[in-house]
């Protein structure tokens, strides 16, 4: 049986290492054979969590990816040490204007995921937790969260 595969990332805040990062989740899903379906889902979220914390957090420091795949759940947890904002001023999962060019990128990590967690202090950072389900279907998205979210909670890096 296939175990639980992790690894940690530091990156700079610069979007030329999101490819490296990409490619590292996608190698880390592909081991525990995940879908392609899924790893599109995982890698698409997380690099959205990536461009974020690299054009809004407004720090040199390292951006800290932590990836952690089993047959059950892709989960990972996307951290900067920027200038964090207030959650309660940003509309998660809200979509702007089908004109406008910015705004979707908490939208787009929502949908592709089956967990997803903000938690941003300003000042001190934020923290992206995202995780995909893998394998048969729960009875109901609800259950399948709860169940998923508290994996990844307590999913030791």
């Known amino acids: 049986m296939l175990g639980t595969r992790r690894f940690t990332l530091k990156v700079p805040p610069d979007a030329r290492y999101a490819g490296?990062?990409?490619?590292?989740?996608?190698?880390?899903?592909?081991?525990?054979d995940a879908s392609p379906a899924a790893i599109a889902d995982f890698a698409n979220a997380i690099g959205e969590a990536l461009a974020n914390a690299i054009e809004h957090s407004r720090t040199v420091d390292a951006i800290?990816?932590?990836?952690s795949a089993n047959r059950k759940h892709l989960q990972a947890i996307v951290t900067d040490h920027?200038?964090?904002?207030?959650?309660?001023?940003?509309?998660?999962?809200?979509?702007?204007?089908?004109?406008?060019?910015?705004?979707?990128?908490?939208a787009i990590m929502e949908r592709c995921c089956d967990v997803f967690e903000i938690e941003s202090v300003p000042g001190r950072g934020?923290?992206?937790v995202l995780g995909v389900a893998l394998g048969e279907p729960v009875a109901s998205n609800?259950?399948?969260?709860?169940?998923?979210?508290?994996?990844v909670r307590m999913a030791v890096f």
């Open 20 to 32: 490296y990062v990409r490619s590292q989740i996608v190698a880390l899903a592909r081991e525990i």
């Open 64 to 67: 800290e990816i932590r990836c």
């Open 82 to 106: 920027g200038c964090g904002f207030d959650e309660a001023r940003v509309g998660a999962g809200t979509l702007p204007n089908a004109l406008s060019e910015r705004g979707r990128g908490l």
């Open 126 to 128: 934020t923290k992206v």
């Open 142 to 151: 609800r259950s399948r969260f709860t169940a998923l979210r508290h994996a």
